[in-house]
């Protein structure tokens, strides 16, 4: 599983069932559409899930837009906060 096709971590606020979720695990989502997840269950297969069965404990797609990207040093002679900056290039 790669990581960038599960930018979600999720956890699980359900009942527990043995043979799917287990409540408080945390799981490795993605937007399927509509709000819901998919992740690969207890079961091992991936299906799709609605958000009330979830809280959200970290979103890479969100966090991302959320923090500017600065690499330290300029390089290229580019001003902090340019695009140039910001890109690393």
């Given at each position: 599983?790669?990581?960038?096709e599960?930018?979600?971590?999720?956890?699980?606020?359900?009942?527990?069932?043995?043979?799917?979720?287990?409540?408080g695990?945390?799981?490795?989502?993605r937007?399927?559409?509509?709000?819901?997840y998919?992740?690969i269950?207890?079961?091992?297969?991936?299906?799709?899930?609605?958000?009330?069965?979830?809280?959200?404990?970290?979103?890479?797609?969100?966090?991302?837009r959320?923090?500017?990207?600065?690499?330290?040093?300029?390089?290229?002679?580019?001003?902090?906060?340019?695009?140039?900056?910001?890109?690393?290039?």
């Amino acid at each position: 599983m790669l990581e960038n096709e599960y930018p979600i971590k999720v956890r699980y606020i359900g009942k527990t069932s043995k043979l799917t979720m287990l409540n408080g695990k945390i799981y490795n989502a993605r937007d399927c559409g509509r709000g819901w997840y998919a992740l690969i269950d207890e079961t091992g297969e991936e299906y799709a899930y609605p958000p009330h069965l979830f809280e959200v404990v970290e979103d890479e797609k969100k966090d991302r837009r959320k923090r500017p990207v600065y690499h330290g040093s300029r390089q290229n002679g580019a001003k902090s906060g340019s695009p140039m900056a910001a890109s690393g290039k």
